[in-house]
T-cell receptor
Framework: AQTVTQSQPEMSVQEAETVTLSCTYDTSESDYYLFWYKQPPSRQMILVIRQEAYKQQNATENRFSVNFQKAAKSFSLKISDSQLGDAAMYFC?????????????FGAGTILRVKS | GAVVSQHPSRVICKSGTSVKIECRSLDFQATTMFWYRQFPKQSLMLMAT?????????EQGVEKDKFLINHASLTLSTLTVTSAHPEDSSFYIC?????????????FGEGSRLTVL
Protein backbone atom coordinates (compact mmCIF):
# COMPACT_ATOMS: atom_id res chain seq x y z
CA ALA A 1 0.00 0.00 0.00
CA GLN A 2 1.12 3.51 -0.69
CA THR A 3 2.07 5.78 2.17
CA VAL A 4 2.77 9.49 2.38
CA THR A 5 5.00 10.94 5.07
CA GLN A 6 5.25 14.55 6.16
CA SER A 7 7.95 14.73 8.78
CA GLN A 8 7.41 18.35 9.81
CA PRO A 9 4.40 18.74 12.14
CA GLU A 10 4.87 22.51 12.25
CA MET A 11 6.87 25.11 10.37
CA SER A 12 7.24 28.86 10.74
CA VAL A 13 8.26 31.46 8.20
CA GLN A 14 8.65 35.19 8.27
CA GLU A 15 6.41 37.15 5.97
CA ALA A 16 8.04 37.65 2.53
CA GLU A 17 10.51 34.82 3.17
CA THR A 18 10.65 31.39 1.55
CA VAL A 19 9.74 28.11 3.20
CA THR A 20 9.93 24.50 2.05
CA LEU A 21 7.60 21.77 3.25
CA SER A 22 8.80 18.19 2.96
CA CYS A 23 6.94 15.15 1.72
CA THR A 24 8.10 11.65 0.93
CA TYR A 25 6.04 8.76 -0.31
CA ASP A 26 6.35 5.07 -0.82
CA THR A 27 4.99 3.27 -3.85
CA SER A 28 5.90 0.47 -6.20
CA GLU A 29 4.06 2.09 -9.07
CA SER A 30 5.68 4.13 -11.80
CA ASP A 31 2.69 6.20 -12.84
CA TYR A 32 0.92 8.34 -10.29
CA TYR A 33 -0.03 11.87 -9.30
CA LEU A 34 1.04 14.01 -6.39
CA PHE A 35 -0.73 16.97 -4.86
CA TRP A 36 -0.38 19.62 -2.24
CA TYR A 37 -3.57 20.77 -0.56
CA LYS A 38 -3.98 23.71 1.79
CA GLN A 39 -6.47 23.75 4.65
CA PRO A 40 -6.82 27.23 6.19
CA PRO A 41 -8.66 27.85 9.47
CA SER A 42 -11.94 27.78 7.54
CA ARG A 43 -11.21 24.04 7.04
CA GLN A 44 -11.94 24.27 3.28
CA MET A 45 -9.47 22.08 1.41
CA ILE A 46 -7.88 23.93 -1.48
CA LEU A 47 -5.70 22.42 -4.18
CA VAL A 48 -2.37 24.25 -4.29
CA ILE A 49 -0.45 22.36 -6.92
CA ARG A 50 -0.34 19.03 -8.75
CA GLN A 51 2.43 16.98 -10.36
CA GLU A 52 2.18 14.11 -12.80
CA ALA A 53 4.89 11.54 -12.15
CA TYR A 54 5.65 11.10 -15.85
CA LYS A 55 6.60 14.76 -16.13
CA GLN A 56 10.18 15.59 -15.28
CA GLN A 57 9.55 19.29 -15.08
CA ASN A 58 8.62 20.56 -11.65
CA ALA A 59 5.19 22.13 -11.40
CA THR A 60 4.83 25.79 -10.49
CA GLU A 61 1.83 27.91 -9.62
CA ASN A 62 2.73 31.53 -9.00
CA ARG A 63 4.55 31.61 -5.64
CA PHE A 64 4.23 27.86 -5.18
CA SER A 65 6.60 25.36 -6.72
CA VAL A 66 7.56 21.77 -6.10
CA ASN A 67 10.80 19.85 -6.13
CA PHE A 68 9.83 16.44 -7.46
CA GLN A 69 12.53 13.81 -7.10
CA LYS A 70 11.04 10.61 -8.46
CA ALA A 71 13.96 8.33 -7.68
CA ALA A 72 14.09 9.58 -4.12
CA LYS A 73 10.29 9.57 -3.87
CA SER A 74 10.34 13.09 -2.60
CA PHE A 75 7.86 15.88 -3.32
CA SER A 76 8.57 19.10 -1.44
CA LEU A 77 6.61 22.33 -1.68
CA LYS A 78 8.34 25.69 -1.80
CA ILE A 79 6.40 28.81 -0.96
CA SER A 80 8.12 32.01 -2.01
CA ASP A 81 7.36 35.51 -0.72
CA SER A 82 5.23 34.05 2.06
CA GLN A 83 2.06 35.92 2.91
CA LEU A 84 -0.11 35.91 6.01
CA GLY A 85 -2.81 34.19 4.00
CA ASP A 86 -0.51 31.23 3.46
CA ALA A 87 -0.91 30.25 7.10
CA ALA A 88 -2.70 26.91 7.04
CA MET A 89 -2.28 23.20 7.35
CA TYR A 90 -0.70 21.71 4.24
CA PHE A 91 -1.28 18.15 3.13
CA CYS A 92 0.72 16.18 0.63
CA UNK A 93 -1.33 13.56 -1.23
CA UNK A 94 -0.73 10.66 -3.61
CA UNK A 95 -2.99 9.07 -6.17
CA UNK A 96 -2.31 6.05 -8.32
CA UNK A 97 -2.78 6.55 -12.05
CA UNK A 98 -4.59 3.23 -12.26
CA UNK A 99 -8.17 4.14 -13.03
CA UNK A 100 -9.62 1.51 -10.73
CA UNK A 101 -7.85 3.07 -7.79
CA UNK A 102 -9.52 6.39 -7.09
CA UNK A 103 -8.36 7.15 -3.58
CA UNK A 104 -6.16 9.98 -2.47
CA UNK A 105 -3.68 9.01 0.22
CA PHE A 106 -2.87 11.93 2.50
CA GLY A 107 0.11 12.67 4.67
CA ALA A 108 -0.30 13.72 8.28
CA GLY A 109 -0.05 17.40 7.43
CA THR A 110 2.23 20.32 8.28
CA ILE A 111 0.97 23.39 10.09
CA LEU A 112 2.53 26.49 8.56
CA ARG A 113 2.66 29.65 10.66
CA VAL A 114 3.51 32.96 9.00
CA LYS A 115 4.99 35.68 11.19
CA SER A 116 4.48 39.34 10.42
CA GLY B 1 -12.26 24.51 -10.23
CA ALA B 2 -15.40 22.51 -9.65
CA VAL B 3 -17.71 23.36 -6.77
CA VAL B 4 -18.74 20.96 -4.06
CA SER B 5 -21.16 22.11 -1.38
CA GLN B 6 -21.90 20.52 1.97
CA HIS B 7 -24.81 21.10 4.29
CA PRO B 8 -25.11 21.70 7.16
CA SER B 9 -21.78 23.28 8.03
CA ARG B 10 -22.43 22.79 11.73
CA VAL B 11 -24.82 20.50 13.53
CA ILE B 12 -25.38 19.76 17.18
CA CYS B 13 -27.49 16.82 18.17
CA LYS B 14 -28.38 14.76 21.20
CA SER B 15 -26.89 11.36 21.78
CA GLY B 16 -28.97 8.63 20.18
CA THR B 17 -30.36 10.72 17.35
CA SER B 18 -29.44 10.47 13.66
CA VAL B 19 -27.90 13.22 11.60
CA LYS B 20 -27.81 13.58 7.82
CA ILE B 21 -25.11 15.50 5.98
CA GLU B 22 -25.55 16.36 2.31
CA CYS B 23 -22.84 16.72 -0.29
CA ARG B 24 -23.67 18.24 -3.65
CA SER B 25 -21.64 18.78 -6.78
CA LEU B 26 -22.98 22.09 -8.04
CA ASP B 27 -21.54 22.42 -11.50
CA PHE B 28 -20.61 18.91 -12.50
CA GLN B 29 -21.82 15.34 -12.23
CA ALA B 30 -20.01 13.07 -9.86
CA THR B 31 -20.38 9.32 -10.21
CA THR B 32 -18.05 8.93 -7.27
CA MET B 33 -17.82 10.92 -4.08
CA PHE B 34 -15.62 10.37 -1.06
CA TRP B 35 -16.38 10.90 2.61
CA TYR B 36 -13.60 11.78 5.02
CA ARG B 37 -13.43 12.27 8.74
CA GLN B 38 -10.95 14.63 10.33
CA PHE B 39 -10.00 15.10 13.97
CA PRO B 40 -8.44 18.39 15.13
CA LYS B 41 -4.98 18.97 13.71
CA GLN B 42 -4.96 15.57 12.10
CA SER B 43 -5.10 14.28 8.58
CA LEU B 44 -8.14 13.25 6.61
CA MET B 45 -9.25 9.69 7.10
CA LEU B 46 -11.15 8.15 4.23
CA MET B 47 -14.36 6.59 5.49
CA ALA B 48 -16.01 5.42 2.32
CA THR B 49 -16.34 5.80 -1.39
CA UNK B 50 -19.84 6.66 -2.52
CA UNK B 51 -20.89 5.31 -5.89
CA UNK B 52 -23.93 6.63 -7.72
CA UNK B 53 -26.60 4.01 -8.00
CA UNK B 54 -24.77 1.36 -6.03
CA UNK B 55 -23.58 0.55 -2.56
CA UNK B 56 -20.82 2.52 -0.96
CA UNK B 57 -17.42 0.98 -0.42
CA UNK B 58 -16.32 1.35 3.19
CA GLU B 59 -12.78 1.47 4.47
CA GLN B 60 -11.64 -1.10 6.95
CA GLY B 61 -12.82 -0.33 10.46
CA VAL B 62 -15.68 1.96 9.43
CA GLU B 63 -19.06 0.74 10.62
CA LYS B 64 -21.45 0.50 7.69
CA ASP B 65 -24.51 0.51 9.90
CA LYS B 66 -23.31 3.55 11.81
CA PHE B 67 -22.41 5.64 8.78
CA LEU B 68 -25.01 5.19 6.08
CA ILE B 69 -24.12 6.55 2.67
CA ASN B 70 -26.56 7.09 -0.14
CA HIS B 71 -25.64 8.36 -3.59
CA ALA B 72 -29.00 8.53 -5.29
CA SER B 73 -28.12 11.00 -8.03
CA LEU B 74 -25.10 12.22 -9.93
CA THR B 75 -25.01 15.41 -7.88
CA LEU B 76 -25.93 14.31 -4.38
CA SER B 77 -24.46 12.00 -1.79
CA THR B 78 -25.62 11.85 1.81
CA LEU B 79 -23.95 10.62 4.96
CA THR B 80 -26.23 9.68 7.83
CA VAL B 81 -24.70 9.16 11.23
CA THR B 82 -27.13 6.84 12.96
CA SER B 83 -27.64 6.72 16.71
CA ALA B 84 -24.93 9.29 17.16
CA HIS B 85 -22.76 9.27 20.27
CA PRO B 86 -20.24 11.80 21.57
CA GLU B 87 -17.37 9.82 20.06
CA ASP B 88 -18.89 10.48 16.62
CA SER B 89 -18.26 14.19 17.10
CA SER B 90 -15.87 15.20 14.36
CA PHE B 91 -15.39 17.15 11.16
CA TYR B 92 -16.77 15.36 8.12
CA ILE B 93 -15.68 16.33 4.63
CA CYS B 94 -16.94 15.15 1.29
CA UNK B 95 -15.14 15.37 -1.99
CA UNK B 96 -15.64 14.50 -5.62
CA UNK B 97 -13.69 14.18 -8.80
CA UNK B 98 -14.85 16.31 -11.69
CA UNK B 99 -14.45 15.54 -15.35
CA UNK B 100 -12.39 18.70 -15.34
CA UNK B 101 -9.86 17.17 -12.95
CA UNK B 102 -6.57 17.28 -14.79
CA UNK B 103 -4.79 14.69 -12.70
CA UNK B 104 -7.62 13.16 -10.75
CA UNK B 105 -7.51 15.78 -8.04
CA UNK B 106 -10.45 15.99 -5.70
CA UNK B 107 -12.62 19.00 -5.04
CA PHE B 108 -13.78 19.33 -1.47
CA GLY B 109 -16.87 20.55 0.27
CA GLU B 110 -16.66 23.05 3.10
CA GLY B 111 -16.98 20.33 5.71
CA SER B 112 -19.55 19.68 8.41
CA ARG B 113 -18.76 19.89 12.09
CA LEU B 114 -20.82 17.42 14.09
CA THR B 115 -21.12 17.79 17.83
CA VAL B 116 -22.99 15.09 19.72
CA LEU B 117 -24.03 16.03 23.23
Amino acid sequence: AQTVTQSQPEMSVQEAETVTLSCTYDTSESDYYLFWYKQPPSRQMILVIRQEAYKQQNATENRFSVNFQKAAKSFSLKISDSQLGDAAMYFCAYRSARVVVNKLVFGAGTILRVKS
Amino acid sequence: GAVVSQHPSRVICKSGTSVKIECRSLDFQATTMFWYRQFPKQSLMLMATSNEGSKATYEQGVEKDKFLINHASLTLSTLTVTSAHPEDSSFYICSARSGRSVAGELFFGEGSRLTVL
